[in-house]
């Protein structure tokens, strides 16, 4: 018998400008591609950047990448569960690290949860936007 790991992903609508920018306007969606896992099957999600505010936004490429901790993880506890790629050092970026999103427009990028957290353990997570 398969045990199941169950993923409890809450959806998560911000203004992401607290993360990326000062002072536009973006709406960040979290979508997981299906409520329940088994225990060491695949645990993907999306996630879609949307400019919402009027004029073009700039964003930093690198807080869409892969191994970038993007997302704080608890378990059912309130334990969190930790990122387990590689360390990014960070240096200051330049015009050619980030991406414009024209007013109205969006990015969306799927990432593989499993890859980066251990989500092992059966249970409910929930999932939000690392600040």
């Known amino acids: 018998m398969r045990k199941i790991i169950l993923l409890g992903i809450t959806l998560l609508l911000v203004g992401a400008s607290a993360i990326y920018c ?4 973006l709406k960040l969606t979290i979508t997981p591609d299906k ?3 088994y225990i060491g099957a695949p645990v ?6 949307q400019n919402i505010s009027e004029k073009p936004v700039k964003v930093l490429t690198l807080c869409w ?3 970038f901790n993007l997302f704080d993880i608890k378990d059912e506890q309130g334990k ?3 990122h387990r790629g590689p360390r990014i050092e960070m240096i200051l970026p330049t015009e050619k ?9 969006f990015i969306e990028r ?3 949860l ?3 957290y251990d989500l092992k353990k059966p249970g409910k997570y929930s999932i939000m936007c690392n600040n």
């Open 44 to 49: 993907i999600i999306s996630y879609r950047l």
């Open 114 to 116: 499993d890859l980066y």
């Open 80 to 82: 969190e569960i930790k």
């Open 110 to 112: 799927t990432y593989r």
């Open 65 to 67: 990448d892969e191994y």
């Open 97 to 105: 690290d980030y991406i414009t999103i024209k007013s109205g427009e």
């Open 22 to 25: 000062s002072d536009e306007q």
């Open 35 to 37: 409520q329940l896992y």
